[in-house]
């Protein structure tokens, strides 16, 4: 089964339905239990801030609340959390130069699991040769 590594703004993005055909069937594919979406925990800490604060998502209002979105992302939706371990420190240490603190995370996270890419619209991500998933 193949498995994805969602960064924030996929994981907001999918909250508005506004994935572009790639993602969205990644999305859909995981929905129906044909593939794991993970995100890590800070990605999902950013999404939820989002939230609290009523930010716009691509010209849409996010609805909800922090706690609605988490069951709509976790309980009873297609992502599951992955904390922060060891093994993305180990990884962390090797890709912190290169990126933000929450894309870095996001990597280590991808390579720590080893999942097939990330689903993310980051272009810094994607031109460090990750393999990413949008279009």
Not at 29 to 38: D, L, P, R, S
Not at 54 to 68: F, N, Q, T
Not at 104 to 122: E, G, M, N, P
Request: glycine share 6%; charged share 25%; net charge negative.
């Amino acid at each position: 089964m193949e498995t994805y590594t969602a960064d924030a703004v996929a994981l907001l993005v999918y909250l508005v339905d506004g994935l572009p055909g790639h993602a969205d069937r990644v999305f859909a594919e995981a929905e129906a239990g044909e593939t794991v979406i993970q995100a890590p925990t800070t990605a999902l800490a950013e999404v939820l801030y989002s939230v609290s604060r009523d930010k716009d998502v691509r010209g849409v209002r996010l609805a909800g609340s922090p706690e609605e979105t988490r069951q709509a992302l976790l309980a009873n939706g297609p992502v599951s959390v992955t904390p922060v371990a060891e093994e993305d420190l180990a990884e962390y240490v090797h890709v912190v130069g290169e990126f933000t603190i929450h894309d870095a995370l996001v990597v280590a996270s991808h390579r720590a699991r080893k999942t097939d890419a990330v689903i993310t619209t980051d272009g810094a991500i994607r031109d460090a040769g990750v393999p990413t998933v949008w279009k």
